[in-house]
């Protein structure tokens, strides 16, 4: 009798408290059933689990051995973690993911794979000799409300130190590269050569690249002429490495807390180090964008290894030659990834790894493998179309109101790093990024910010030539019009859209004139500009003319 009612219920689009238990919600419901029907998670990724929604952002630091990992993050820090180990040697033999907890200690790897309260459950699979290397630092860091760190083994050469690690080194790497949100690379300005181990971790982080973040370290202990000559061989041999065609970012620096040998570059290395630590202290605000962005990676994926599968189903005999069809299928499966990609029009972009995926389908019984069912594929695409749009919609509205709303249960650790933190990483070596009270804050007493608690007013410094360019200009009541300070004005070949801006911060009382003092406000602008240096939106009270701040 009443069936529209729930045809009704079925159209009308689901609601979720916050973007966090709705990306749970619709992987549980409408992505895992297509994973488990093709042994998704036997070629590709373990099931994710809500730990790994619930996770706080993390940074992996992957380079080769003495290039500073261990120390960037005590640096990031400012202060010691339990189980560090700093030396030119390869001191650091072991997985550390550095976390926030009051009570400071080390959570062994074999403990830390069963708390169903952190996200590395999966990492069980790769064994003992793994899990004897790997464990947690717990440290009660500011820095750590924010973000989790993992520090990863120094990156030896040859073919015998991979061997000796005793477990999968490279899949360890590629588990954390997709789980975390930010993989800082790091080499060293004495070190370039990519060795063949670094090189086949860097094929393993292939995929991320949009999380992929390069340090050249160490840049103080070379002078400047060889400075540029190691950025030079670091792109080309990252050049062949990335096989990409856009040239990668690299943050030049030195980050520990030593002086500098060579300090010729020293402001290149605080601007490296402001767009570096910036970019990492907004990952928690864009932490559920970055997990929306890896889902929708995954069901991609995802869709694509149900095709594969089922037409790896479709082509195996019903009785006799199944092992030669296998084998058969297996060779050719380039050709069949051809075949999918002109059938259902897919990027191969969106393909799994070819090699990769011939290997995993060595063991594999194909008489087992499913046939496409079209219900699983739709509610995917349907997801993709709607429940990830609408997700996305949300994402704004819950930055603005994160400080203003409760915590949510189930999201508690990403939405309480909000609340504490505004969005941004703060303490430790943050802190420099947003220092504005001691002198040594980046870019403090420079540009706009040059006289800012200085008792006289900086434009006096200069104001004797300001102020015989005024009087050149044909005052009237002690005032020039707009015309009058144009032609001169002009003369710094500034273009007009920024003289614009400078008329306006100059123009104290709005009155379309400049005075003496306003006058020689806006000549300082525009020498600030000239120096280049950015202008404020707002002019700050340090500029405001003394004549006119009771006006203000």
Not at 48 to 69: C, H, N, R, W
Not at 254 to 266: A, E, G, I, T
Not at 363 to 392: G, N, S, W
Request: net charge negative; charged share 30%; proline share 6%.
């Amino acid at each position: 009798m009443f069936s529209w009612l729930n045809k009704d219920d079925k159209n009308r689009p689901e609601l979720f408290d916050n973007v966090v238990e709705g990306l749970k919600k619709i992987y549980r419901t409408k992505l895992l059933p297509l994973e488990e029907a093709y042994q998704f998670h036997d070629f590709h990724s373990p099931k994710l689990e809500d730990p790994d929604f619930d996770a706080k952002p993390m940074i992996l630091l992957v380079g080769q051995y003495s290039t500073g990992k261990t120390t960037f993050i005590k640096y990031l820090l400012e202060r010691d973690f339990p189980g560090i180990r700093i030396g030119p040697e390869p001191t650091t033999d072991r997985f550390i993911a550095v976390m926030h907890d009051e009570k400071e200690g080390v959570i062994p790897g074999n403990a830390l794979v069963v708390d169903p309260k952190k996200q590395f459950k999966p990492l069980a699979k790769f064994g003992n000799a793994f899990l004897n290397r790997f464990q947690c630092s717990l440290v009660n860091s500011p820095v750590l409300k924010g973000i989790s760190i993992v520090d990863t083994p120094g990156i030896l050469s040859g073919e015998k130190q991979r061997v000796d690690r005793g477990y999968d080194f490279t899949g360890v790497l590629e588990w954390f590269a997709e789980r975390v949100d930010r993989i800082i690379l790091l080499f060293d300005a004495h070190k370039l050569d990519i060795s063949d181990e670094f090189r086949r971790s860097i094929e393993a982080l292939r995929g991320h690249d949009d999380k992929i973040r390069i340090v050249l370290n160490k840049a103080d202990m070379v002078d400047h002429q060889q400075l540029m000559r190691v950025y030079g061989a670091l792109m080309w041999s990252l050049g062949k490495v990335l096989q990409t065609p856009e040239v990668a970012r690299v943050y030049i620096g030195s980050f520990w807390d030593q002086p500098l040998r060579y300090d010729v570059n020293r402001r290149l290395f605080e601007d490296e180090e402001q767009d570096l630590f910036k970019d990492m202290q907004s990952l928690p605000r864009n932490a559920a964008l970055r997990k929306l962005n890896d889902l929708i990676k995954r069901a991609r994926l995802a869709k694509v290894h149900a095709y594969i599968i089922s037409s790896l189903r479709k082509e195996m005999p019903s009785m006799f030659g199944k092992d030669g069809k296998k084998k058969d299928l297996i060779k050719n499966l380039g050709a069949i990834y051809e075949q999918i990609q002109r059938e259902h029009q897919i990027s191969p972009g969106d393909f799994p790894e070819l090699k990769r995926m011939q290997e995993g389908l060595q063991h594999q019984d194909f008489t087992k493998f499913q046939l496409i069912k079209p219900r699983l594929l739709e509610v995917v695409d349907k997801m993709l179309a709607e429940d990830i749009a609408r997700l996305m919609a949300q994402i704004p509205h819950e930055e603005t109101n994160a400080v203003a709303e409760p915590l949510i249960k189930g999201s508690e650790s990403l939405i309480l790093s909000n609340l504490e933190n505004g969005g941004l990483v703060k303490g430790g070596g943050f802190e420099i990024v947003q220092d504005t009270e001691s002198p040594f804050g980046y870019k403090r007493g420079e540009g706009v910010d040059a006289g800012h608690g200085d008792p006289e007013w900086i434009v006096n410094k200069e104001r004797y030539k300001y102020d015989a360019l005024f009087d050149t200009l044909g005052p009237v009541d002690g005032k020039v019009t707009g015309a009058a300070a144009k032609s001169e004005m002009v003369k710094s070949k500034l273009p007009n859209s920024v003289l614009g801006k400078i008329w306006k911060l100059s123009d104290v009382d709005h009155d379309g004139f400049l005075d003496s003092d306003e006058f020689a406000l806006a000549m300082h602008l525009i020498n600030v500009k000239l120096d280049g240096h950015d202008l404020p939106t707002e002019l700050p009270p340090h500029l405001v003319p003394p004549s006119k701040r009771s006006e203000l």
